[in-house]
């Protein structure tokens, strides 16, 4: 993967808005916001109420996303154009989801939806009713998600990354003071991870950073790309943010994004855990 | 609970006493700018959040006391910095132009 294959422009969206084969989808973190305006022809992902299971905690799984996006009116050689609020935030996590059922073709709008808003470009309140299609996804691609265990053993040996805000690292918060639930029942970090907060990758208009930026603020913070890599921060969404740059523009092999993230390992029995702004020993 | 201060942001329901309050409004000459982006910024100059501007361009940070950048982001507009220092018992009040 590469920036130019994960990433596309603003430009790209209107020169294609009348090619069937590209679909435009908003995911906010404020699901309200493509209500109230969108790119043309865009559709809507909640990623609560689609995205996840509504009684275990987990993802919907490969049946249930499958009619969602069939009912969606999305197929499975549609190319896949997300955008949304805050730096690609939930937009990002929605890239990893369809990466993890096995979309071939995925892009992320560079910038977002505010990138779009600072251009002045056109936003519609439009309802969009696509046809209804058979959509087929495959079996997880456990190759891009990490599991509890696998997180213990990494402890030490691949690179973990930390990408929620100083304080939460540290173990001075428990969530972003606009989030107050989902929350673990011990503060801290996983020992030996580091601390890099997803939003360095961004800059202030929300697009993503040169290359060469983001190979020195990971760098920098101590991740060897010699190595593997796997990610975390509360809920599984800032750090699919930052397995996106890691893997996708940067072409990183072997990057995993750990959805457990904190509110699991926050909350499990026998795990270390390190507290205060240093990454702490194995 | 004291009124807000003409023009601005109502504070029914905000303690100030227990809040470090920055607030305020966009605006292009008289005309308020809603959709804009206003980023808060600790005294390092690390981003620590970010908010849209209401259609009335008014915008609020619950903040910690301390020295913090305003920056705005705004269409057809150069980014903004604007100082401010929040503290306890006071809303800081911030007119921005673009």
């Keep these: 993967m590469s920036r130019e294959s994960a990433l596309v422009s603003a430009d790209w969206v209107e020169e294609h808005k009348n090619d069937a084969n590209v679909v435009l989808i908003e995911v906010d973190e404020d699901v309200s916001a493509y209500d109230a305006g969108h790119i043309a022809g865009a559709i809507k992902l909640d990623w609560k109420d689609d995205l996840q299971d509504q009684v275990r905690r987990d993802f919907v799984n490969k049946a249930q996303f499958e009619a969602l996006l069939s009912e969606r009116g999305v197929s499975s050689d549609d190319t896949v154009v997300l955008y949304g609020g805050n730096n690609n935030w939930f937009a990002a996590y929605a ?5 993890l059922y096995g979309h071939s073709d995925v892009r992320l709008l560079d910038g977002g939806r505010k990138r ?19 959509y087929q996804a495959k079996e997880q691609d456990k190759s891009i998600r990490a599991f509890r265990d696998e997180v213990e053993e990494a402890i030490g040996v691949k690179n973990l990354v930390d990408v ?14 606009h989030l107050p639930q989902e929350q673990a029942q011990r503060a ?16 202030d208009d929300g697009t ?3 290359d060469d930026e983001l190979k020195t603020l990971y760098a920098d913070a101590g991740v060897d790309f010699g190595k593997d890599t796997i990610a975390y921060c509360r809920i599984g969404e800032r750090s699919a943010h930052s397995w996106f740059v890691l893997h996708e523009i940067l072409g990183q092999p072997n990057v995993k994004n750990y959805d457990g993230s904190w509110t699991e390992w926050g909350s499990l029995v026998g795990v270390p855990v390190a507290l205060g702004d240093e990454p702490g020993k194995a | 609970m004291c009124g807000a201060k003409k023009g601005g942001l109502d504070l029914k329901g905000v303690d100030i006493d227990k809040e470090a309050v920055i607030q305020g409004q966009v605006l292009r000459g ?11 910024l600790d005294s390092t100059g690390e981003f620590t959040a970010e908010v849209p501007t209401s259609a009335t361009g008014h915008f609020r940070f619950f903040a910690a006391p301390g020295s913090w950048t305003l920056r705005t982001l705004a269409p057809k507009a150069e980014p903004v910095d604007r100082q401010v220092v929040a503290q306890y018992g006071e809303v800081a009040e911030v007119a921005v132009a673009v």
């Design chain 2, 30 to 40: 008289e005309e308020p700018v809603g959709g804009a982006y206003v980023r808060l």
């Design chain 1, 208 to 210: 993503f950073r040169s």
């Design chain 1, 164 to 177: 929620r805000s100083p304080d939460e690292y540290a173990g001075r918060l428990l969530a972003p003071a």
């Design chain 1, 95 to 99: 890239y990893w989801y369809f990466k």
């Design chain 1, 188 to 203: 801290g970090h996983i020992p030996t991870a580091a601390s890099i907060p997803w939003s360095k990758a961004a800059n």
């Design chain 1, 116 to 134: 779009w808003e600072l251009d002045s470009r056109e936003l519609t309140d439009e309802v969009v009713k696509r046809e209804a299609t058979q």
